[in-house]
């Protein structure tokens, strides 16, 4: 098996874009909007993502005394190899204003929305910054040396009740309500089913080159294998629920971040993700002898919050983390082709080694990875 550093967690770290010439372009659109408004120069944060990218400003306004402190959320440019098929920067947007409106998680408040690509090269939009502290990505929060590695454990848990909390409560928003405009179309497919489809169509798109996942392809015939009965519940699914993606205040969120994979379809979507997710990182930092954070988003803990939270009791987990598994494992097969367009990496012989998980996501199709994982108090 490959070890991998904990600091290379598939991230693309090479940029092709100019951000002196892109501080220009911002502020001859914004100028517009707002006459005589000076932008600074960008900040580009570390923990800036895998698929839209962020950059930070301050808009100097004539007559305002302080500058408004403002982010750009702008899709990647199609000629570097995106992460993803579609960035669609409208949906972002309408989501973030539907989630403000419609519930009190909290999210920055957006302002602007550009559709077309004559401002920058691509589609983007402008939103308040807020001021908090994510847990890292690199490196990952369990490899320790950070903020929430090292607070006291009451504060862990309650960071982590919370961040479930508000996941249950983007989840009281439906398809026949605000939600309903990221539905897929009512075609005779239940909502996991498009679900799943637009990952398939994905997968393809990302082996277009013909190189293959077997295991990736396993776990598609995996999943119709062990296909659950909630496939047509219908609630908002943020999509990239995890506590990565928000930005905390004395371990309280004070913004939910990356909408990008908004939809619709089961609870569980998220929930499985927000567990897997952190089990991913946990399972790296593993395999270098260190102690990671185990106690933190156990399976059995987040569904436990979460029936408290919503009176709702989470289903066919097994299902959902797998699939969750699958959904990242794609991404990182994806990630792997960007590298290699950057010099960054190599495909490995076993097209299955490009995924960093290959080992626990085969172990889940084998039944024995959650036993495995789980703590003396869950046995």
């Given at each position: 098996m490959t070890v991998r550093d904990p600091s290379n967690t598939g991230r693309p770290k090479t940029s092709t874009r100019d951000y002196d010439k892109l501080r220009a372009q911002l502020e001859a659109w914004l100028d517009v909007r707002v006459p005589g408004a000076t932008v600074s120069a960008l900040v580009v944060p570390a923990s800036n993502g895998m698929?839209?990218?962020?950059?930070?400003?301050?808009?100097?306004?004539?007559?305002?005394?302080?500058?408004?402190?403002?982010?750009?959320?702008?899709?990647?440019?199609?000629a570097a190899d995106p992460v993803f098929m579609v960035y669609d920067m409208e949906r972002q947007f309408k989501t973030m204003r539907m989630v403000a409106e419609h519930t009190e998680v909290p999210v920055p408040r957006v302002l602007w929305l550009e559709t077309a690509t004559d401002a920058i090269g691509v589609p983007f939009f402008v939103m308040e910054r807020i001021h908090g502290i994510v847990p890292p990505d690199l490196m990952p929060y369990p490899y320790g040396d950070n903020w929430f590695f090292d607070a006291d454990v009451k504060d862990q848990q309650r960071l982590e009740r919370q961040a479930v909390e508000a996941l249950a409560a983007l989840h009281e928003l439906t398809a026949d309500g605000p939600a309903g405009f990221l539905a897929?179309?009512?075609?005779?497919?239940?909502?996991?089913?498009?679900?799943i489809q637009e990952q398939r169509a994905y997968y393809d798109w990302v082996a277009a080159d013909g190189v293959r996942s077997p295991l990736i392809e396993d776990t598609f015939e995996w999943l119709e294998e062990h296909w659950p009965d909630n496939e047509n519940d219908a609630v908002f699914s943020w999509g990239d629920a995890r506590v990565g993606n928000m930005m905390f205040a004395d371990f309280t969120p004070v913004a939910v971040l990356d909408w990008e994979m908004a939809a619709v379809g089961p609870r569980e979507i998220d929930i499985g993700w927000m567990i897997y997710m952190h089990r991913a990182f946990q399972d790296m930092v593993e395999t270098f002898g260190l102690p990671g954070m185990p106690h933190i988003l156990q399976r059995e803990t987040v569904a436990a919050i979460y029936e408290e939270a919503s009176g709702y009791t989470p289903k066919h987990l097994d299902f959902y983390t797998t699939y969750a598994a699958l959904r990242y494992?794609?991404?990182?097969?994806?990630?792997?082709?960007?590298?290699?367009?950057?010099?960054?990496?190599?495909?490995?012989?076993?097209?299955?080694?490009?995924?960093?998980h290959h080992v626990q996501l085969r172990q889940m199709l084998d039944g024995v990875y959650w036993d495995a994982v789980r703590g003396p108090d869950q046995a």
């Amino acid at each position: 098996m490959t070890v991998r550093d904990p600091s290379n967690t598939g991230r693309p770290k090479t940029s092709t874009r100019d951000y002196d010439k892109l501080r220009a372009q911002l502020e001859a659109w914004l100028d517009v909007r707002v006459p005589g408004a000076t932008v600074s120069a960008l900040v580009v944060p570390a923990s800036n993502g895998m698929s839209s990218e962020t950059v930070l400003f301050d808009l100097t306004v004539p007559g305002e005394a302080a500058p408004r402190e403002l982010v750009a959320r702008i899709a990647p440019d199609p000629a570097a190899d995106p992460v993803f098929m579609v960035y669609d920067m409208e949906r972002q947007f309408k989501t973030m204003r539907m989630v403000a409106e419609h519930t009190e998680v909290p999210v920055p408040r957006v302002l602007w929305l550009e559709t077309a690509t004559d401002a920058i090269g691509v589609p983007f939009f402008v939103m308040e910054r807020i001021h908090g502290i994510v847990p890292p990505d690199l490196m990952p929060y369990p490899y320790g040396d950070n903020w929430f590695f090292d607070a006291d454990v009451k504060d862990q848990q309650r960071l982590e009740r919370q961040a479930v909390e508000a996941l249950a409560a983007l989840h009281e928003l439906t398809a026949d309500g605000p939600a309903g405009f990221l539905a897929a179309p009512d075609d005779g497919e239940s909502h996991l089913r498009h679900h799943i489809q637009e990952q398939r169509a994905y997968y393809d798109w990302v082996a277009a080159d013909g190189v293959r996942s077997p295991l990736i392809e396993d776990t598609f015939e995996w999943l119709e294998e062990h296909w659950p009965d909630n496939e047509n519940d219908a609630v908002f699914s943020w999509g990239d629920a995890r506590v990565g993606n928000m930005m905390f205040a004395d371990f309280t969120p004070v913004a939910v971040l990356d909408w990008e994979m908004a939809a619709v379809g089961p609870r569980e979507i998220d929930i499985g993700w927000m567990i897997y997710m952190h089990r991913a990182f946990q399972d790296m930092v593993e395999t270098f002898g260190l102690p990671g954070m185990p106690h933190i988003l156990q399976r059995e803990t987040v569904a436990a919050i979460y029936e408290e939270a919503s009176g709702y009791t989470p289903k066919h987990l097994d299902f959902y983390t797998t699939y969750a598994a699958l959904r990242y494992g794609i991404v990182m097969f994806r990630i792997t082709r960007r590298s290699i367009r950057f010099g960054e990496a190599v495909m490995p012989e076993n097209p299955d080694e490009a995924i960093m998980h290959h080992v626990q996501l085969r172990q889940m199709l084998d039944g024995v990875y959650w036993d495995a994982v789980r703590g003396p108090d869950q046995a």
